[in-house]
Nanobody, 113 residues
Framework: QVQLVESGGGLVQAGGSLRLSCSVS????????MAWYRQTPGKRREFITR???????LYDSSVKGRFTISRDNAKNTVFLQMNTLKVEDTAVYYC???????WGQGTQVTVSS
């Protein structure tokens, strides 16, 4: 069974940066595509970026140019570097495989003005 553990969230001022990590176990990590999502209260979880097993990336327009997804197959970990953070980036951030499996607990990112 795939297990996902997100970490790295926190409180940051607008314009700042954070780096999220997602540790993955229970699967052949180097063979799967991975993605990051986020969710705010009362809204649906939304896709923000993905990276394929071969390293190809795709970004939602809301984060393109500010966020960077990467992966370390030796460490079974996917990262999300978030720069130039905005108040509207405040959310709980989740990683998951594509197609989605079970969700982890997520990590809270709060951006203050």
């Amino acid at each position: 069974q795939v297990q996902l553990v997100e970490s790295g969230g926190g409180l940051v001022q607008a314009g700042g940066s954070l780096r999220l990590s997602c540790s993955v176990s229970g699967t052949m990590f180097n063979r799967i595509d991975m993605a990051w999502y986020r969710q705010t209260p009362g809204k649906r979880r939304e896709f923000i970026t993905r990276i394929t097993s071969t390293g190809s990336t795709l970004y939602d327009s809301s984060v393109k140019g500010r966020f960077t997804i990467s992966r370390d197959n030796a460490k079974n970990t996917v990262f999300l570097q978030m720069n130039t953070l905005k108040v509207e980036d405040t959310a709980v951030y989740y990683c998951n495989s594509i197609p989605n499996g079970s969700w982890g607990q997520g990590t809270q990112v709060t951006v203050s003005s």
